[in-house]
Every structure is written in structure tokens, then in C-alpha cells.
């Protein structure tokens, strides 16, 4: 999603954009550091650390192609469902657990919202990561 500079700040969507300039490298890697340093600095599992990692990195990606990049909110919010959708499914396959019908639907209804919310929060954070390039960028631009 290109940005028309001339556009009111107060009406831009910020969005994973398909092509990365230095300064959207350079802001995306200084969020990628904060978010490892914080889940270090709260003793946070190797494996949980890679996972939000990949999530934000599922939910960027997902922004920048579905619908060419148009609608950012609802790429984040399908992302995030279809996320944890999958992952629970997954995770109840390799369990030797088994649940009643009426628990599968309250879950998967629970874990579809959850992950609705997940995404969007996700989505924001990484429309803010671009806010932030585009400040530096017409900062350095100066």
C-alpha cells in the first residue's frame, strides 16, 4: 500500500507494504530486537519467543499480499483466526484426549474470537512498525 504524502496524517492506514525501503528495515528490525529482548527479559521459552516471531512476521506478510495490500485490518483478524484455528486443531490431533462434540464448538468458537483478536492487535502493531519507518524515512528525508 503506497502512502500519498499530501494525505492527512489522521486519515492514513498503515500497513505492511509489499516493497521495503531502508528505513522500514531498519525500524522492522529494531521492533523485532525489543519484542526478543522482552520476552528474554521476562524468562520467556525459546519456543514462545519463536512463535511471536512468526506470528507477527504471518500477520505482515499476510497484509502485504492478501487483497493487494487493501485491507490490512481484515488480513490481520483472518490471520489470526485461521492461526490459532489451526493450531488448536493440531495440537488436539497429537492429544489422547478426547472432547464432546459441544466442547469442540465452545472451543473452537473461543479460539476463533481469540485469535480475531490476536491478529488485530498483531495487525496494529505492525501498522505501527510502518508509521514509525515513514516518520524516520521523512525525518532522514529532511
Do not use: N
Not at 74 to 89: I, N, P
Not at 105 to 116: C, D, H, W
Amino acid at each position: 500500500m503506497d502512502i500519498d504524502p499530501k494525505e492527512p496524517v489522521d486519515v492514513r492506514l498503515y500497513s505492511a507494504r509489499r516493497r521495503f525501503d531502508l528505513a522500514s528495515i531498519i525500524v522492522a528490525t529494531t521492533f523485532y530486537a525489543g519484542i526478543f529482548a522482552f520476552c528474554q527479559a521476562i524468562g520467556a521459552p525459546v519456543g514462545f519467543t519463536a512463535t511471536v516471531g512468526a506470528f507477527i512476521a504471518l500477520v505482515a506478510i499476510t497484509q502485504a499480499l492478501l487483497w493487494g495490500g487493501a485491507k490490512p485490518r481484515l488480513a490481520s483478524v483472518l490471520t489470526g483466526s485461521v492461526t490459532f484455528v489451526v493450531v488448536t486443531v493440531v495440537s488436539w490431533r497429537f492429544q489422547s484426549t478426547h472432547l464432546l462434540p459441544s466442547t469442540l464448538l465452545s472451543q473452537m468458537i473461543f479460539v476463533t474470537i481469540s485469535g480475531a483478536f490476536w491478529g488485530y492487535i498483531t495487525g496494529t502493531l505492525v501498522g505501527s512498525v510502518f508509521m514509525v519507518a515513514d516518520r524516520f524515512r521523512r525525518r532522514v528525508a529532511k
